[in-house]
T-cell receptor, first 112, second 116 residues
Framework: DQQVKQNSPSLSVQEGRISILNCDYTNSMFDYFLWYKKYPAEGPTFLISISSIKDKNEDGRFTVFLNKSAKHLSLHIVPSQPGDSAVYFCAASGYTGNQFYFGTGTSLTVIP | GAVVSQHPSWVICKSGTSVKIECRSLDFQATTMFWYRQFPKQSLMLMATSNEGSKATYEQGVEKDKFLINHASLTLSTLTVTSAHPEDSSFYIC????????????FGNGTRLTVT
């Protein structure tokens, strides 16, 4: 059973516009959420995280929003750049747990 | 930032042979490391959790005799694919997490295994 879901397998955005990637989870015990970026034939790179005590965390062009009541998080990239083109995975975990659950990924293409 | 090194980055082997993949945490100690496998266009599938000084914990459906894991030190875990077959061809990725609350998983760059 997929506890973390990314329902959009792909997304195309024009350079300079906002990219919004979405993620839903089912386990209400999750309280630590992360976004990873992955290029082909490489390991995922950590981007940004948020704990359940917050509803927003920002790092440069990347902002993660958490809606606990809806069990939904999103990653906003503003402005989008061609170098942002990659597959983005969301992940969830218990706060001190070692088990991380990953979504199936969203392939983002930023069009110059 | 925390760095995880994985070696080799790609390997081609003949069916029936064994392949060892190394995962090292370069600037932190990791009592636990994780091995993932990724099939094309699919998510990361956790195979096993490698525990320093004790046996690895395998996920359901993962053959422990085929995928041997050794966590010899606080900075090194190895995955050995024994008697490899073409269906074992995949992208294998290790990860580790510094022993701090609220710290993310850091991943190696993965190993592309092709079994001919």
């Amino acid at each position: 059973d997929q506890q973390v879901k990314q329902n959009s397998p792909s997304l195309s955005v024009q350079e300079g516009r906002i990219s919004i990637l979405n993620c839903d989870y089912t386990n209400s015990m999750f309280d630590y959420f992360l976004w990873y970026k992955k290029y082909p034939a490489e390991g995922p790179t950590f981007l940004i995280s948020i704990s359940s005590i917050k509803d927003k965390n920002e790092d440069g062009r990347f902002t993660v929003f958490l809606n606990k009541s809806a069990k939904h998080l999103s990653l906003h990239i503003v402005p989008s750049q061609p170098g942002d083109s990659a597959v983005y995975f969301c992940a969830a975990s218990g706060y001190t747990g070692n088990q991380f659950y990953f979504g199936t990924g969203t392939s983002l293409t930023v069009i110059p | 930032g925390a760095v995880v090194s994985q070696h080799p980055s790609w390997v081609i082997c003949k069916s029936g042979t064994s392949v060892k993949i190394e995962c090292r945490s370069l600037d932190f100690q990791a009592t636990t490391m994780f091995w993932y496998r990724q099939f094309p266009k699919q998510s990361l599938m956790l195979m096993a959790t490698s525990n320093e000084g004790s046996k690895a914990t395998y996920e359901q459906g993962v053959e422990k005799d085929k995928f041997l894991i050794n966590h010899a030190s606080l900075t090194l875990s190895t995955l050995t694919v024994t008697s490899a077959h073409p269906e074992d061809s995949s992208f294998y990725i290790c990860s580790a997490r510094p022993v701090l609350n609220n710290s993310p998983l850091h991943f190696g760059n993965g190993t592309r295994l092709t079994v001919t």
